[in-house]
T-cell receptor
Framework: DVKVTQSSRYLVKRTGEKVFLECVQD?????MFWYRQDPGLGLRLIYF???????EKGDIPEGYSVSREKKERFSLILESASTNQTSMYLC???????????????FGDGTRLSIL | AQKVTQAQTEISVVEKEDVTLDCVYE???????LFWYKQPPSGELVFLIR??????QNEISGRYSWNFQKSTSSFNFTITASQVVDSAVYFC????????????????FGTGTQLKVEL
């Protein structure tokens, strides 16, 4: 089974701190994603990556950056945390399929981040 | 731009009732993929089903069934004889074709439907 592991289930940080959320997958997936989940808004894509050192902005990239130095690891960085970044963050990965869009994404358990 | 609408925010049913979760999507792509995910209270999203735009056959898996109708841009999910363990948030999602090399394109999610199954 695919395993996507997020480093923390719960995290509390202070306004202005630099925050790192880590995600590791063990299935050699090329594609990795970071989403945030907020009540009434569903999941929204922050950033995604389809290869090492490659990244693309999603729908809500402002205030975030990402790093993909190794294939299995995709980090989300909050450069200067603000209270409106309090949310649930979900990481996902998937592999290329025989046709584009073919494979489902596999998700981690999520990190519930609170910015005080 | 693509969009997924789950108009039902919350549904409550009594165990053994049948329940249908609605999903309506918008896309200009002719090739696309639709997904349903389940999110139990533990938080992890669990993949349930994938359907591509060229396959309108309905699908049944145990107590779960899916009705895909391109004419109405809908991909509805029915749980037959619901159980307490079905209580979760259910998300419908749409995948663009051709954005990422080789597959695994980004998903556009609906806002989710909270299903509560009570005894």
């Amino acid at each position: 089974d695919v395993k996507v592991t997020q480093s923390s289930r719960y995290l509390v940080k202070r306004t202005g701190e630099k925050v790192f959320l880590e995600c590791v997958q063990d299935m050699d997936h090329e594609n990795m994603f970071w989403y945030r989940q907020d009540p009434g808004l569903g999941l929204r894509l922050i950033y995604f990556s389809y290869d090492v050192k490659m990244k693309e902005k999603g729908d809500i990239p402002e205030g975030y950056s990402v790093s993909r130095e190794k294939k299995e690891r995709f980090s989300l960085i909050l450069e200067s945390a603000s209270t409106n970044q309090t949310s649930m963050y979900l990481c996902a990965s998937t592999s290329p399929g025989p046709r584009r869009g073919h494979q489902p994404q596999h998700f981690g358990d999520g990190t519930r981040l609170s910015i005080l | 731009a693509q969009k997924v609408t789950q108009a039902q925010t919350e549904i409550s049913v009594v165990e053994k009732e049948d329940v249908t979760l609605d999903c309506v999507y918008e896309t200009r792509d002719t090739t696309y993929y639709l997904f349903w995910y389940k999110q139990p209270p533990s938080g992890e999203l669990v993949f349930l089903i994938r359907r591509n735009s060229f396959d309108e056959q309905n699908e049944i898996s145990g107590r779960y069934s899916w009705n895909f109708q391109k004419s109405t841009s809908s991909f509805n999910f029915t749980i037959t004889a619901s159980q307490v363990v079905d209580s979760a948030v259910y998300f419908c999602a749409l995948s663009e074709a051709g954005i990422l090399t080789g597959g695994g394109n980004k998903l556009t999610f609906g806002t989710g439907t909270q299903l509560k199954v009570e005894l």
